[in-house]
Each structure stands twice: as C-alpha cells, then as structure tokens.
Nanobody
Framework: QVQLVESGGGLVQPGGSLRLSCAAS????????MGWYRQAPGKERELVARITSGGSTNYADSVKGRFTISRDNAKNTVYLQMNSLKPEDTAVYYC?????????WGQGTQVTVSS
C-alpha cells in the first residue's frame, strides 16, 4: 500500500511563489517516477512536471522556466517550486507516483492565484 500526502497549496497573488511537497510512504521502491498534475474547473487533468528517480525531468510547456520539480529520494518526497504564478495556474494539484505497473495519486491540494 502506498500513500501520498501533499502540502503547500494556498492563495497567492499573481507573480508570487508557492512550494508544494508530496511525501510518499508504504511499499516504495527506489526506481519510480514522481510528478505533479493539475486540474482546473471544467478542464481535464494535465501533467505539470515529473521526475524520475535518476533525476530526469520533463515539464508542460506552460510552466517551463517558472516551475521546478525536485526530489529527495532518502525522504521519498517530491517538491514543486512554483514561481511567477499566473491566474491560469489556479487548479487542484495532484501528486503522482508511478511504480512499475502501478500508479498512485494524492488527495490534491488547491492552488489559487488571484489578486
């Protein structure tokens, strides 16, 4: 059983920053991919960024240069540093873990960018 617990969401003004964290617990093996997805009202869930256990990353075009994903393998934790936030970044952000053929999701954390 794998559990993902997210933290760090909230309300921020345009141009501001937030850092999301996601801690994984349970039967975690070293080789996996962790990432962040988001879902805005009325839209489909989309990939924001992901990172392999080896450190390879990829980002959605809409967040390149503004968001940075990182991970601490010793803590089984993934982070998303979000800078220069825009109103269109408003969404529920979900942590994701892919472990072999299995995929796990966190409960989601709300990020609202508004003045």
């Amino acid at each position: 059983q794998v559990q993902l617990v997210e933290s760090g969401g909230g309300l921020v003004q345009p141009g501001g920053s937030l850092r999301l964290s996601c801690a994984a617990s349970g039967s975690i093996f070293s080789i996996n991919t962790m990432g962040w997805y988001r879902q805005a009202p009325g839209k489909e869930r989309e990939l924001v960024a992901r990172i392999t256990s080896g450190g390879s990353t990829n980002y959605a075009d809409s967040v390149k240069g503004r968001f940075t994903i990182s991970r601490d393998n010793a803590k089984n934790t993934v982070y998303l540093q979000m800078n220069s936030l825009k109103p269109e970044d408003t969404a529920v952000y979900y942590c994701n873990l892919v472990l072999y053929a299995y995929e796990y999701w966190g409960q989601g954390t709300q990020v609202t960018v508004s003045s």
